[in-house]
């Protein structure tokens, strides 16, 4: 546990291209990380494939437009309640983000999807929080917001 730090399920990022600062749930039963996003459109320039997109959810006061390139597909397996035809994946378009994260900058990939109907537009699952040395307290939130209003 050497340079791990304890943080709670709910804690603040900031998407470092446009300085977006949104909650994010750090979830350990989760693998990747997704990021609510709208008007997913994918299209290729120069031989590269890139993913336009908005992110936009109601705990945002307003949507931010990105293009980045595509990283990969991700195969996510579907909620029980989400499987109405008998597939038991979806497949998200995964880019590569840089966010900030208690004062430190880190590159993680984040697979999009409309989040808008969950309580917090991102999630980081254990490859993210791995990554970024996080362990967390599922007791605790917003510890980061607590260390910058003492």
């Known amino acids: 546990m050497a340079n791990k730090s304890v943080y709670g399920y709910l804690e603040p990022v900031t ?8 909650t994010a749930k ?10 609510s996003a709208r008007n997913i459109q994918l299209y290729e320039k120069e031989g590269q494939e890139y993913v336009k997109f908005i992110v936009a ?3 945002l ?7 980045l390139p595509l990283a990969r597909h991700a195969r996510i397996k579907k909620r029980a309640n989400d499987r ?5 994946h979806n497949t998200r378009p995964v880019v590569e983000m840089k966010i900030h994260f ?3 900058q880190h590159e993680i990939m984040v697979n999009l999807i409309d989040r808008s109907h969950f309580s917090t537009p991102m999630l980081l699952g254990r490859k993210a929080l791995e990554k970024m040395g996080a362990l967390v307290d599922s007791t605790q939130e917003n510890t980061l917001l607590e260390e910058t209003d003492s």
């Open 15 to 22: 998407l470092a291209a446009k300085q977006v600062t949104l």
């Open 26 to 35: 750090l979830d350990t039963g989760a693998e990747t990380a997704s990021l």
């Open 57 to 59: 959810h109601p705990e």
């Open 61 to 67: 006061e307003q949507a931010h437009h990105y293009n």
């Open 84 to 88: 109405i035809d008998k597939s038991s």
């Open 102 to 104: 208690d004062d430190k």
